[in-house]
């Protein structure tokens, strides 16, 4: 009989086998549940991701809706053009091979390896996750050089892109604004929701206002790839791209361009508008240095072309001073004054004022441009001579009453604050009263309180006022059609492809304000005298007009620069249909630049033929300085 003679195993080495055992277990159970997870529970979402790295989804871009004037003309539409772009996320992992890839391409696009790379840093850094643009309108024999050789290019594709094209040229520039790839920092707002980074949208004007409605749907086309990306065979599916919808403006394309050239003529910065005085649509509105929207246009824009178009020394040419200029008015803000002192019963229209050509307040003396000295005159002649010594004591007696109606009024017509037209980065001005210069006094930055010399100051629309064109045009206009503070706007009506009118841009004016109609006669008349009677300060340019002209000069000091010229003016007389307002830095005297530039738009909205326009007598047209 066998015997086992072994000695029986201690309990510890029992333990070690049994812990081993069922650490085995543990360790077979966790591989069994997790194939188990990964073929049975996770299967089908796993073969639909090997399924989608066989399918390439690729984006087809939609074009951007047109923009057009009232009448329709074209102003802004798109051309097709070929990109060559490099997917980063699609191009080899390793280095050595990425290398090899750009050495290739490089031999066929005249960049260097080196300017490639650089150039997908750059791109990436600023629009992380969009397509890399390194060439736009690449030539056919490349498309079809690197469809043969897609293989040694995986990552390089050549896509057909929309284009915005200006067949005005630079025409209403400002107005139009310009459309580039959307920001990181842009995808986080609401208003782009649904995006992705290689999208483009407006970023200033009206490309921007409207960009909702211009942009249109992209599609996508989804292809079968090989391993190198290459496709395999016919489209797995299509989804159309939707277009954007179109944008009439109320833009009057030959009056825009009369302005453009007047201003354009004097060769330094300056603003104008001409507007509706009753719907507040925008007739014409433009800045001077322009620029050519089509720059933004290129897959890349260098940084020192931005920093050339926004520097103050080269003109600043993207600010649109027609909304953003800060400027004094000079004798232009005379109709605000002259609103407030009728309205608030500091002069009835009637009452005579001795213009001695001198007002002397604590032993400054304010006097008239040019010296001049007009005598005994009434509110109505003080507006054709543009009597400063007569807004003066207006001034002075509104300053004497201890309240600020000049200002209020400058307020009530729409100063010192935004107009609300359909454009971004419009800026407020300012205007001034006591309380806000003695706050600054009081903190240390400006060296004195208010004086009565501010008050006479802004009287004539200098000191430390600030307004632009377009809000100049709405205090004017708001005199001219009884009271309403319109709401300009640049859009009429927003177009579906087919040209069905979608939405229509008619927005009811932001305020009335009650002016008692013989004030307004009183000062229209005034402006009138000035612009069609003999010594009236715009008389010499639109004295042998066709039509006759309410409007106002006026001349503003700006420290140690020239003085800026300015004219604002309202026509056809009695019953006029337009405002424009114009400004010129630097121009001088309002009867010297400003006007005649008014003139030239005037004649484009009249459509005056040559000739129409008589001379003026040169013993009835007297010096004037303003």
Same mark, same amino acid.
Request: no cysteine.
């Given at each position: ?477 708001? !005199? ?87 004219? !604002? ?58």
């Amino acid at each position: 009989m066998f015997r086992d003679d072994r000695p029986p195993a201690p309990a510890q080495f029992s333990l070690r086998v049994a812990v081993l055992a069922g650490f085995a277990l543990v360790i077979f159970g966790i591989i069994f549940f997790r194939l188990w997870y990964l073929g049975v529970l996770s299967g089908d979402r796993y073969l639909t991701e090997a399924e989608n790295n066989q399918v390439r989804e690729i984006t087809v871009q939609a074009p951007r809706g047109e923009i057009v004037d009232r009448n329709g003309e074209v102003l802004v539409d798109n051309r097709t053009a070929l990109e060559l772009q490099i997917l980063e996320d699609e191009l080899p992992p390793s280095r050595s091979a990425a290398k090899r890839v750009f050495g290739g391409l490089s031999k066929v696009i005249n960049l260097s390896p080196q300017e490639i790379e650089k150039e997908i840093k750059r791109q990436t850094k600023e629009t992380p996750g969009s397509p890399v643009t390194l060439k736009r309108d690449v030539s056919y024999d490349l498309v079809y050089f690197l469809r043969e050789n897609q293989s040694d290019f995986p990552g390089v594709s050549v896509d057909r892109v929309y284009v915005r094209r200006y067949p005005q040229g630079s025409l209403a520039a400002h107005l139009f604004g310009y459309v580039r790839e959307v920001t990181a920092e842009q995808l986080s707002e609401p208003r782009y929701q649904g995006l992705t980074p290689g999208d483009e949208v407006g970023q200033t004007g009206v490309e921007s206002t409207y960009d909702s409605l211009l942009r249109g749907v992209n599609g996508a086309t989804r292809v079968k790839v090989d391993a190198s990306g290459s496709p395999t065979g016919g489209q797995l599916s299509v989804r159309e791209p939707r277009a954007g919808n179109d944008l009439r403006l109320s833009l009057d394309t030959e009056v825009q361009a009369a302005g453009e050239a007047a201003v354009s003529a004097f060769e330094n910065p300056g603003g104008f508008v001409a507007m509706d005085i009753s719907s507040g649509e925008i007739i014409a509105l433009g800045s001077q240095p322009g620029f050519d929207p089509s720059i933004f246009g290129r897959p890349v824009v260098p940084q020192s072309t931005y920093k050339q178009l926004t520097d103050p020394d080269n003109g600043n040419a993207l600010a649109n001073r027609a909304i953003q200029g800060l400027y004094p008015t000079g004798s232009t803000f005379k109709l605000i004054t002259a609103v407030a002192a009728l309205e608030e019963d500091l002069v009835s229209a009637s009452e005579i004022v001795n213009d001695s050509g001198e007002v002397r307040i604590g032993g400054v003396s304010f006097k008239n441009a040019g010296d001049a000295i007009n005598g005994p005159i009434d509110m109505r002649q003080a507006l054709k001579v543009s009597s400063d010594v007569y807004f003066y004591l207006l001034g002075l007696e509104a300053d004497g009453r201890g309240g600020d109606v000049i200002q209020e009024w400058s307020t009530k017509l729409g100063l010192g604050e935004t107009t609300g037209i359909d454009l971004p980065s419009e800026q407020a001005g300012l205007v001034p009263t006591p309380e806000w210069r003695n706050d600054l006094f009081r903190l240390g930055q400006t060296d004195r309180p208010w004086t009565v010399g501010d008050a006479i100051n802004l009287s004539v629309g200098q000191g430390d006022l600030q307004a632009n064109p377009l809000q100049m045009a709405i205090a004017y206009a708001a !005199v001219a059609n009884g009271g309403d503070i319109v709401r300009p706007h640049v859009g009429l009506s927003v177009e579906d492809p087919e040209g069905r009118v979608i939405q229509e841009v008619n927005p009811a004016p932001r305020a009335h304000v009650e002016i008692d109609p013989a004030t307004s006669d009183t000062i229209l008349e005034g402006l009138r005298a000035a612009a069609m009677e003999p010594g009236g300060t715009s008389y010499p340019v639109f004295g042998g007009f066709p039509f006759d002209v309410a409007g106002k000069t006026g001349t503003a000091e700006r420290g140690v620069d020239e003085d800026q010229s300015w004219y !604002v003016a309202v026509a056809p007389y009695p019953n006029p249909e337009i405002v424009v307002a114009l400004t010129i830095e630097e121009g001088g005297f309002g009867a010297d630049a400003a006007a005649p530039a008014v003139a030239r738009m005037l004649e484009a909205y009249k459509k005056v033929k040559p000739g129409e326009v008589e001379a003026v007598d040169d013993a009835a047209a007297t010096e004037v300085y303003e």
